[in-house]
């Protein structure tokens, strides 16, 4: 049974820290690529950081604040956030990718990061 289990959600000030953890189970987690989503209301999901085997890419609006990272020995992918600004407010959703033609994907159930005073 394939699960991803997002955690380190909540709520923060503006310029304060987040790390976020996905654990994943259920599939071979070093064959996949790994991806952190956000979704805040009344807008799209959207892509924020993605990590292969050989690094870190990041959407341009979380680029020098986030950073993404996996650990294979322990089937978690995280993602710190630092600088955290209101906009960055949404829901966070883990994502396991594999394939380009046949697409293999997995969603975590998603962790709410507010950002407020």
């Known amino acids: 049974q394939v699960q991803l289990v997002e955690s380190g959600g909540g709520l923060v000030q503006p310029g304060g820290s987040l790390r976020l953890s996905c654990a994943a189970s259920?599939?071979?987690?070093?064959?996949?690529?790994m991806k952190w989503y956000r979704q805040a209301p009344g807008k799209e999901r959207e892509l924020v950081a993605s990590?292969?085997?050989?690094?870190?890419t990041y959407y341009d609006s979380v680029k020098g604040r986030f950073t993404i990272s996996r650990d294979n020995a322990k089937n978690t992918v995280y993602l710190q956030m630092n600088s955290l600004k209101p906009d960055d407010t949404a829901v966070y959703y883990c994502?396991?990718?594999?394939?380009?033609?046949?697409?293999?994907?997995?969603w975590g159930q998603g962790t709410q990061v507010t950002v407020s005073s």
């Open positions: 259920g599939f071979t987690f070093s064959s996949y690529v």
């Open positions: 994502n396991a990718h594999r394939g380009s033609i046949w697409v293999t994907q997995y």
């Open positions: 990590i292969t085997s050989t690094g870190g």
